[in-house]
């Protein structure tokens, strides 16, 4: 996992898999993002090159957007693939991340 800024706050860029052994390293990264004072009005989750998320790393998306309401910023997700949608979907939370219209970026090699 990479980290970096756009306009309206901080950015993380994932890779691989989030599932129960690497959900506690995005659950660190998200909670440094959220913690940021001034409250940033958006984190970004660019999820381009996740190509597998299972119910742990669902929870700990939901556990971070509970998070970012309550001081008032907004978890935006970019670039949810295939299966990351699904999950979403399935489990009645896609309508609860609001998708980024970022461009896609080139995708980092495997």
């Given at each position: 996992m990479t980290t970096g800024e756009n306009w309206a706050g901080?950015?993380?860029l994932c890779t691989g898999e989030?599932?129960?052994?690497?959900?506690?390293?995005?659950?660190?990264?998200?909670?440094?993002?959220?913690?940021i004072r001034p409250a940033p009005a958006v984190v970004l989750l660019d999820l381009q090159d996740v190509f597998f998320m299972d119910s742990t790393g669902l929870n700990s998306l939901l556990t971070a957007r509970l998070e970012a309401d309550r001081h008032g910023i907004l978890l935006a997700l970019a670039?949810?693939?295939?299966?990351?949608?699904?999950?979403?979907?399935?489990?009645?939370?896609?309508?609860?991340?609001?998708?980024?219209?970022?461009p896609p970026r080139p995708p980092v090699p495997r």
């Open positions: 901080p950015v993380l989030i599932d129960i052994h690497t959900a506690p390293r995005l659950d660190r990264h998200l909670r440094r993002a959220l913690a670039h949810p693939g295939s299966q990351v949608t699904r999950l979403l979907e399935i489990t009645g939370t896609a309508a609860l991340f609001p998708l980024s219209p970022l």
